[in-house]
C-alpha cells in the first residue's frame, strides 16, 4: 500500500468515525491497521480485499504457535490431578507471548491478533511480553506434535498425559 493510499484510507476511517455513519467496517481498527503496519490484518478481516495468496509467513507461525499452545493447556487442564502434578513439575504449557527483544515481528503479530482482533480471547488477560525467546522451542513443539499426531496442529485432537509428557519433556 503506497503511502497516498494509507493517507486515503486514514481520511475515510477518520470520516466514517466522525460522522458516525454505520457499516460494517470498523473504522478504528483500520486506523490501527495502518498506523501499526498490520497490513495482513486487513486480509484477515476483509478477505473480499485479498488480490494476492496469502503468504504472510510470520502470521501463520504465529497463529500455528498459539493453537499449539492452546491445545496444551487445554490438553493439560484436562488431566487428572496426578497426571497435571507430575507432568507440571517437569513443564507446564503456557503460553508466554513472544520475547519482544529478539522476537519483535512474531510479539507485535499476536498482540495485534489478540488484543486489537479479538482472536484468541483465551490469551487476551494475560502477559504476551515473554521475558526470553520463546519461538525456536514453540517450533521445536510443533514438529514434534506433527510426528506425533500426522495432523497440523489445527486438527490435532486433545492429548493423552503420554503424549504430553513426551511432548513437552523432551521438548
Known amino acids: 500500500m503506497t503511502p497516498a493510499q494509507r493517507l486515503t484510507v486514514l481520511m475515510l476511517s477518520d470520516l466514517l468515525d466522525g460522522l458516525k455513519i454505520q457499516t460494517e467496517l470498523n473504522p478504528r481498527l483500520i486506523r490501527k491497521m495502518i498506523e501499526q503496519g498490520h497490513l495482513w490484518a486487513l486480509d484477515w478481516e476483509m478477505p ?3 488480490s494476492h495468496d496469502d503468504t504472510h509467513s510470520v502470521v501463520n507461525e504465529v497463529v500455528e504457535v498459539i493453537e499449539l499452545y492452546a491445545l496444551l493447556e487445554a490438553s493439560f487442564s484436562a488431566l487428572p490431578k496426578h497426571d497435571k502434578d507430575e507432568i507440571g513439575r517437569l513443564a507446564k504449557p503456557v503460553f508466554v507471548g ?3 527483544a529478539t522476537e519483535a515481528q512474531h510479539h507485535e503479530v499476536a ?14 488477560d494475560r502477559p504476551l511480553d515473554a ?3 520463546t519461538l525456536q522451542r514453540a517450533r521445536t513443539l510443533l514438529h514434534k506434535l506433527q510426528r506425533l499426531s500426522g495432523e497440523p496442529v489445527a486438527s490435532a485432537k ?3 498425559a503420554g503424549e504430553l509428557r513426551e511432548l513437552l519433556i523432551t521438548g
Open 158 to 160: 486433545r492429548l493423552t
Open 131 to 133: 521475558p526470553k525467546p
Open 111 to 124: 498482540r495485534f491478533l489478540i488484543l486489537d482482533m479479538g482472536r484468541f480471547p483465551a490469551f487476551h
Open 48 to 50: 473480499f480485499l485479498r
Open 98 to 100: 513472544f520475547c519482544p
